[in-house]
């Protein structure tokens, strides 16, 4: 199994609810991502994606496209993605620093070797520990008291 060819494309996602900070005010309603496909000469397509948010980190959508295509994707055709190991070594070589392109491409390698082996990817990682996923709801965009209320309800 090598990588055959790397897809990336910016994706909007819509948000649960306006995400309202500092920059933003009146509240985000959605986020761009970006998604990667990663195909092997196999038949197979590993996905992977990164939330580049500008503000909260030097990358953006843009810059990890253009990374992905021109750096990441460059240096990690024709490896085994099955090596994650080696894939990482590849990709820290060609560019130190720069998480938000590499992720993608690690997720991707990661889904791929699930799918060969034919395990939940959870199963690569260890084993399932919990049943349930504890998720991060901000707060902070309404009122003192509409903040309290949301608060308790979740």
């Excluded at 009146?26 to 990667?36: A, E, L, P, S």
Aim: net charge neutral; with cysteine; glycine share 10%.
């Amino acid at each position: 199994m090598r990588i055959s060819q790397i897809e990336a494309a910016i994706v909007r996602a819509e948000v649960a609810k306006p995400y309202v900070t500092a920059m933003e005010k009146r509240g985000m309603r959605q986020t761009r991502c970006v998604v990667v496909r990663l195909w092997t000469d196999d038949g197979l397509c590993g996905l992977g994606e990164a939330d580049p948010l500008v503000g909260f980190t030097a990358e953006g959508p843009e810059s990890v496209m253009e990374t992905i295509r021109h750096v990441i994707a460059p240096a990690v055709l024709g490896l085994d993605p099955g090596n994650i190991a080696a894939l990482n070594r590849r990709m820290d070589a060609a560019l130190p620093g720069f998480p938000f392109a590499k992720a993608p491409i690690d997720i991707a390698a990661h889904d791929l070797l699930g799918q060969k082996l034919r395990v939940p990817v959870y199963q690569l990682l260890g084993g399932r520990v919990r049943d349930r996923v504890p998720l991060v709801w901000p707060i902070g965009g309404g009122s003192p008291a509409e903040n309290v209320a949301e608060a308790l309800e979740k």
